[in-house]
C-alpha cells in the first residue's frame, strides 16, 4: 500500500529519445543531470541508452562519476567544473570534460597527468547565453592552448561546443546568430589545427526545431523526460512522470471556514475537504497555493489554500470522495489529470522546474516498463 508516489514511465523515455533518433542524423546524447530532471539518473540513462542514445550528458564530475559506478559504459560529457576537483577521477573513469577557460584546460592537463593517461575534452564556445565557455574574444587563446596540449598527448580534443539562449522560441533572432558565431568558431579552430569528430550545440528545442542545428551530436534533456521544450506543441512526446497520492482523511465542515496556514481559502458554502499528503517537502511548490490543479473524484480541482510541507488540502464540494482515494498531480496527460505544463503555467514557470522538483527522498519513485531494465 502506497501513500504519494512518483511514478516513471521508462518505455516513454526510451520512445521519447527513439523520436528524437528518428529526426536526426546526428547521434543523440541524453541529458541525465539533476537526478535526470527528477525522474532517477541511472534509470533514466539505461532507458534512454536502449532508445538508442548513444552518449549521456550531464553537469558534475560526481554525476558523472556516479554513471561509470553503475557500470555505464557510454560515453559522457560532464560541463560544469570549479577549480580544484578530482578531475583525475574524470579521466580515470574516461569520462568526457567539457573546458571553456584556459585555467580548466589546465587543471585537465594536471589530471591527465596524474591519471597518466589523455583526456577526452570538449572544448566550450560562448555563443552569447553569458554562461559557460570561452567568449569569441578568448576562444584563440583556449584553442592555442588546447592545441600545444593536444600535440602534446595530454588532451584529446573530441568536442567544440555551446549552448543556445532561447531555442525554446523557434525564430528567436539569438538562434541565428548563435549559429554564425558557432560555425565561425569552428573555423576559427581548424586554424589552430583543431577538428573535433562532434560538434555540438542543440538542446531539445533546437533538436526538435532546427535540423540546421543538429551538426554531429544532438543534447536533448526535458524532450527524454516527454515533456515539449516549446509552448503549444507535443510533437508527440509522451511525458514520463506521474505524481499522485493517496487521500488521508476527509470531512465536512461548514461555510466560511478557513483552510490550511493563513486561512488564504475560505470556504463558500459547507463542503467537503479532502487531505492529500504531498507538500512542498515532497515538490509540490508552496507558489502552487490556491492555484496548483489536480484530477480527484474524477474531476479538476484546485489547491484550496496554503501548500504545507507535507500536505495540501481540496475543497470537493458534494462530491463523493473518500480517504484512499487517488488524487493525481500530474502525469501523461491521457486520463483527464493535469500535465507537468498545467503546473508551470499555474505557477509562472517551466516545466522543467515542475518534474525536477519532485525528485525528493521521501516519495518513492516507481518504475513502470521494462526499457533499459537491468535483467
Ligand atoms: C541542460 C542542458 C541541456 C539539455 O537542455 P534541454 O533544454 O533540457 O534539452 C543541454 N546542454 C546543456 C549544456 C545543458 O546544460
Known amino acids: 500500500m502506497w501513500q504519494a ?3 516513471i514511465d521508462l518505455d516513454a523515455i526510451r520512445d521519447n529519445v ?4 528518428a529526426g536526426t542524423t546526428a547521434e543523440v546524447m541524453a541529458v541525465v543531470k539533476g537526478d535526470g530532471y527528477g525522474h532517477g539518473m541511472l534509470p533514466s540513462a539505461r532507458a534512454a ?4 542514445a548513444t552518449w549521456l550528458g550531464v553537469a558534475t564530475l560526481e554525476e558523472g562519476l556516479e554513471l561509470r559506478r553503475a557500470g555505464l559504459s ?3 560529457l560532464t560541463w560544469l567544473h570549479s577549480p580544484g576537483l578530482p578531475l583525475e577521477r574524470g579521466v580515470e573513469a574516461d569520462l568526457d570534460i567539457s573546458a571553456g577557460s584556459v585555467g580548466l584546460l589546465g587543471e585537465l592537463v594536471g589530471a591527465a597527468h596524474r591519471a597518466g593517461r589523455t583526456a577526452r575534452v570538449h572544448l566550450k564556445l560562448d555563443t552569447g547565453l553569458s554562461r559557460g565557455g570561452a567568449t569569441p574574444a578568448d576562444w584563440p587563446s583556449l584553442l592555442e592552448a588546447a592545441a600545444k596540449a593536444q600535440a602534446e598527448g595530454e588532451i584529446d580534443v573530441i568536442g567544440v561546443w555551446s549552448h543556445f539562449v532561447y531555442a525554446d522560441e523557434p525564430g528567436h533572432a539569438t538562434i541565428d546568430h548563435q549559429l554564425a558565431v558557432f560555425a565561425d568558431g569552428l573555423a576559427v579552430a581548424e586554424r589552430f589545427g583543431i577538428s573535433p569528430r562532434y560538434r555540438h550545440i542543440a538542446n531539445s528545442a533546437a533538436t526538435l526545431t532546427r535540423p540546421d542545428a543538429h551538426y554531429d551530436l544532438v543534447r536533448p534533456g526535458i524532450a527524454v523526460y516527454g515533456l515539449s521544450p516549446v509552448a503549444g506543441t507535443t510533437f508527440g512526446l509522451r511525458p ?8 488521508s482523511l476527509t470531512k465536512r465542515v461548514a461555510a466560511g471556514q478557513g483552510v490550511s496556514y493563513g486561512h488564504t481559502y475560505v470556504t ?7 487531505l492529500v499528503p504531498l507538500g512542498y517537502a515532497d515538490g509540490v511548490p508552496r507558489h502552487a497555493s490556491n492555484v496548483g490543479p489536480l484530477l480527484l473524484g ?6 484550496a489554500g496554503r501548500v504545507c510541507m507535507d500536505q495540501i488540502v481540496i475543497d470537493v464540494a458534494d462530491d463523493p470522495v473518500a480517504a484512499g482515494d487517488i488524487a493525481t498531480l500530474f502525469g501523461a496527460g491521457d486520463d483527464g489529470a493535469p500535465t507537468a505544463d498545467d503546473w508551470a503555467d499555474a505557477i509562472d514557470t517551466i516545466n522543467y522546474e515542475i518534474v525536477t522538483r519532485f525528485g525528493s527522498t521521501r516519495v518513492p519513485r516507481v518504475y513502470d516498463g521494462t526499457a533499459g531494465v537491468v535483467p
Open 268 to 274: 463558500p458554502t459547507e463542503t467537503t475537504l479532502a
Open 240 to 247: 514520463a512522470m506521474t505524481a499522485r497520492a493517496r487521500v
Open 298 to 303: 474524477g474531476k479538476r480541482r484546485t489547491i
Open 5 to 7: 508516489e512518483v511514478r
Open 18 to 21: 527513439a523520436l528524437l533518433r
Open 74 to 76: 557510454a560515453p559522457v
Open 49 to 52: 541508452l536502449a532508445g538508442g
